[in-house]
């Protein structure tokens, strides 16, 4: 690894962005590919700060380094040998269908098809499935019904290309942040109307020219009284659905009977439903983006065919300009569904109900265990593992402890499950904790192959950095078991080419069409190459001298008989309504700035920075005895946990939403999957994580505090915690009812008390080296907090910082609040907006008004929030 730039993926978002990476003075430094099609060298916050997050694991204590069995280290030898005796054990005892695998979407191609290889074809189990049943399985069931094959027929320019550009459940100016850029450009450059289809207004919202606020689960009845619109208004194109399409009758009248109350079902204006059915049949060049608010629904795959039918009935499909768009969450979604994770697939497109297929696949591989039929999908999968169908659970790169729906069943499931083997990059996830046997594998910048993201592009991760300590790439990890298990053979693999070879040839194998993916342009693709390998778009069959930018455009889909398919699809309600005991409607999903179970962005202080706490975002009307800033419980009818409130009109009355970010790493019991039921489309199997009936309840702690530390204390008494990382130390914003007892063994703390108004400050010393620092009071502290991180970079305190150190502030007496820059968009500081509040300003709407601060993308509202609540005691002091 001589080169001092390496061209790599990013391994977060579906977007699939290109990074350089180049040696500078202080080490590896990340920039946006601008020779990338996907990015053209842009990047996004998450990307930006790859190396914070890379920086902070070498800092040491994160990154699992060792593998261990029964929770002793163990060598690696050691480690094969047990997980290779456990499964065989198992399979002996029990049948090899009491052994499972639950994957990801952030492994890599070749990882992937490797796990796929190993469970179905060798051990003989059918129940391999993965996180993007969570996440893209209703896209998958929906683009099989419509177009014969899951194929996404469109490509990014198509946002550039377009007229007009709907959004439907996508948050894209957080989630997919690089195509909110270059749809903003296109917007800019070109006039690109946007129409945004959300409950909530989100930072997406500032793109949109129209945005439509719906009442969650009624995507359908919107799509459908959309085509009954097309439809009476002639802009159905009736030569190209005589030649190309089938269904349109049925469709049609399916949707007639839903469009006339679509209004009222979608709770949306007239005139606004009016202006964009209008839009709609007006522009031919129309993309529709989609996203989770579609998928992660009881009635997600219907919601999918309700898109594609639009696009389908008026010739927009895998056209410059005009298409269905699905885009994919993790790095490797697309890839996943290419090499057969789900357990409804089989490899390479091929169907595990299909014998042909399976005979197929059982040549190809010479797999005599492989038996088709299809395995259990991830909900049902944990509900199998709990009742003690399956012995031995095998989970790769995903935290399902968190991330699944009831969390509190998937945790009773991995601690009764005789073998649990997690394979991870770091030490410590809620899903670790469950394991008996702990795999370190190795992360991006240390492993290599391919990712596909959303519009069908195979790009290379490259390594540019040595496996930390034992760490190993999970392909090898897995072929390792397989040599144990005695499938040599099978599993000769060298470098990841090799297995990337094998997976081309298989896509290309006595494939006649019949399957849209096929890449066999890379069947006998040398190692070199494959260093080589520049991004390109699936399908790439052997005689192709390029990839595909398009699928479809030609009017010829995957079904036998070349027709796309309009499907009849009702609107139906999501499975649970809100009642007296849960009169709340709760949605989740992302923020900005964090990753998922935060096990790699929860590392960065600055991508900590923007929400460091997990907010409860209420409707005024509902916020009742709920103050904003302050603290509530929030309740389901399977789990209850605590967040800090936001009342803000983003959100419909009746509705409130919180981030699935948070977890019991990182908050005491925050995992918000603890709430949300298993509930899933029939189709799909996909859970509704988006529509929870709670609620929520103030909770007013007798004191909050900040503790700053080098290393955590035990806090598993208090009801409140939070943990944010901060440069050289950890914060943690703290509640409770019974005063805390902090221990840092061997040292004592200097205090400060003030019993008048409930305050206790402590400062923990070694010599002259701060350790700890913690504030706590009946009001939440009001402490210059970045000047106390910037403390514990410094091996000793000086006398004058000592001085102070208990009254929170600075020598030279700043305020109460740091300095810096708030609202990026007016450049408006902290300190105008502390200013404003205490000077009256009584809400974000009102900062906005004096400062412009949050007037432009929005993004920084709930930071204009945390001010007022800061600067609210003040003025009442
Ligand atoms: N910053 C960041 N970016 C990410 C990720 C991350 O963790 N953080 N994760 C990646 C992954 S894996 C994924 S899958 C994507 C997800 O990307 P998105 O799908 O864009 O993100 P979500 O926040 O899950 O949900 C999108 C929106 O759906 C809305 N919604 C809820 N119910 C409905 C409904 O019934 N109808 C409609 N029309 N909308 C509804 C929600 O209000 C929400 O704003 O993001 C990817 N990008
Ligand atoms: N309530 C609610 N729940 C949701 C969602 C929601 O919107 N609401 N969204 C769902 C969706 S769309 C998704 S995609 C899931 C995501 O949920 P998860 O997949 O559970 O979340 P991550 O935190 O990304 O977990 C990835 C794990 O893999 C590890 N890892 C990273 N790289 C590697 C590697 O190369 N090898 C190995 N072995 N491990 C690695 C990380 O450290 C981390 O522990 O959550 C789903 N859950
Ligand atoms: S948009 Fe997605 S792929 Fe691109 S830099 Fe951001 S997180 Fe990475
Ligand atoms: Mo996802």
Not at 194 to 216: Q, Y
Not at 338 to 344: K, T
Not at 555 to 570: D, E, P
Not at 660 to 668: K, L, N
């Amino acid at each position: 690894m001589a080169e001092d730039t390496v061209k790599t993926t990013c391994p977060y978002c579906g977007v699939g962005c290109g990074l350089i990476l180049s040696r500078g003075r202080e080490g590896w430094e990340v920039g946006g590919d601008p020779d990338h099609p996907a990015n053209k060298g842009r990047l996004c916050s998450k990307g930006a700060a790859l190396m914070d997050t890379v920086r902070a694991e070498d800092a040491g204590g994160i990154r699992l380094l060792h593998p261990e069995v029964d929770g002793r280290r163990a060598s690696w030898d050691e480690a094969v040998a047990a997980t290779a005796a456990r499964l065989r054990e198992t399979v002996e005892a029990h049948g090899p269908d009491a052994v499972a695998f639950y994957v990801s979407g952030q492994l890599l191609t070749e990882d992937y098809y490797v796990a796929n290889k190993l469970l179905k074809g060798f051990i003989g189990s059918p129940h391999i499935d993965t996180n993007s049943r969570l996440c893209m399985a209703s896209t998958v069931a929906g683009h099989k019904r419509a177009f014969g094959a899951d194929a996404v027929p469109g490509t990014y320019e198509d946002l550039e290309l377009a007229d007009l550009v709907v959004l439907v459940g996508s948050n894209l100016a957080w989630c997919h942040p690089v195509l909110a850029q270059r749809l903003r450009a296109a917007r800019r450059d070109r006039g690109t109307k946007v129409v945004v289809i959300d409950p909530r207004e989100t930072a997406t919202r500032d793109l949109a020219d129209l945005h439509l606020k719906i009442t969650p689960g009624s995507d359908v009845a919107l799509f459908n009284g959309l085509l009954a619109h097309l439809a009476r208004t002639g802009a159905v194109d009736g030569e190209y659905v005589a030649r190309h399409v089938s269904g349109l009758d049925t469709a049609l009248e399916a949707a007639e009977a839903d469009a006339a109350a679509v209004a009222e079902t979608c709770g949306v204006d007239g005139a606004d439903l009016a202006r964009f059915y209008q839009w709609v049949a007006a522009t031919p060049r129309t993309v529709s983006v989609f996203s989770q608010g579609v998928n992660q629904s009881s009635r997600g795959t219907d919601k999918v065919n309700a898109i594609l039918n639009v696009h389908l009935a008026t010739g927009r499909v895998g056209k410059p300009g005009a298409s269905p768009f699905s885009v994919t969450g993790q790095p490797n979604a697309m890839g996943g569904r290419e090499v057969g994770g789900l357990a409804n697939q089989l490899a390479a497109h091929m169907n595990p109900d299909d014998p042909h297929d399976v005979d197929r696949l059982r040549r190809f591989w010479k797999a005599p265990a492989l038996t088709g039929g299809q395995g259990l999908k991830a909900v049902d999968l944990f509900r199998a593992v709990r009742d003690g169908r399956i012995k031995a659970l095998w989970i790769m790169a995903t935290n399902p402890a968190v991330s699944l729906p009831e969390a509190g069943l998937v945790r009773a499931a991995l601690e009764a499950c005789p073998t649990v083997i997690v394979s991870d990059v770091v030490a410590d996830t809620d899903t670790m904790r469950h394991a008996h046997i702990r795999l370190p594998a190795a992360g991006w910048g240390e492993k290599d192959g391919t990712v596909t993201n959303s519009e069908r592009r195979i790009s290379r991760q490259r390594a540019f950095r040595p496996l930390p300590g034992e760490a190993r790439p999970d392909w090898r990890i897995m072929s390792d078991v397989a040599r144990a298990l005695g499938h040599g053979a099978a599993f000769p693999y060298k470098r990841p080419a090799d297995i990337f070879r094998e997976h081309a040839a298989l896509s290309a194998f006595e494939n006649d069409g019949a399957r849209a993916f096929d890449i066999g342009a890379f069947a006998a693709i040398k190692p070199k190459a494959f260093d080589a390998l520049a991004p390109v778009q699936w399908p790439a069959p052997m005689d192709a001298a390029r990839g595909t930018e398009r699928m479809y455009g030609d009017g010829r889909f995957t079904h036998s008989n070349g027709r796309g398919r309009m499907i009849a699809v009702r609107h139906a309600a999501p499975m649970e309504r809100a009642s007296l005991r849960y009169p709340l409607i709760l949605n989740t999903g992302r923020y900005r700035d964090q990753w998922h179970t935060m096990t790699r962005t929860g590392l960065s202080p600055r991508l900590s920075a923007h929400r460091p706490e997990p907010l409860v975002e209420v409707h005024p009307d509902d916020a009742g005895a709920l103050i904003d800033g302050g603290l509530a419980r929030v309740t389901s009818g399977l789990g209850s946990l605590l967040a800090r409130v936001a009342v803000t009109e983003a959100q419909r009355p009746g509705e409130v939403f919180l981030p699935m970010h948070w977890s019991d790493t990182t908050a005491a019991a925050g995992a918000v999957g603890r709430l949300v039921a298993g509930h899933v489309d029939a189709l799909s199997g996909q859970p509704e994580s988006k529509h929870v009936p709670v609620r929520v309840e103030p909770w007013a702690p007798a004191w909050e505090g900040l503790l700053l530390c080098r290393a955590a204390p035990d806090l598993s008494a208090l009801p409140y915690w939070v943990r944010q990382a901060a440069g050289e130390c950890l914060a943690f914003d703290l509640a409770g009812d019974v005063a805390p007892d902090l221990d840092f063994p061997g040292l004592t703390p200097l205090e400060f008390t003030d019993p008048r108004h409930g305050v206790v400050r402590r400062a923990w010393m070694d010599g002259d080296r701060l350790e700890a620092v913690l504030f706590t009071g009946a009001d939440r502290p009001q402490v210059a907090r970045s000047w106390l991180v910037e403390l514990f970079a410094a091996e000793t305190l000086s006398a004058a910082d000592r001085a102070v150190l208990l009254a929170g502030r600075a020598p030279d007496g700043s305020g109460a609040e740091d300095g810096g820059m708030v609202c990026s968009c007016h450049a408006v500081s902290r300190e105008a907006i502390t200013v404003a509040a205490e000077d009256g300003a009584a809400s974000a709407e009102d900062i906005g008004r004096r400062t412009r601060a949050g007037t432009g993308c929005g993004s920084c509202v709930p930071e204009i929030k945390d001010i007022l609540r800061r600067a609210k005691p003040a003025v009442a002091a």
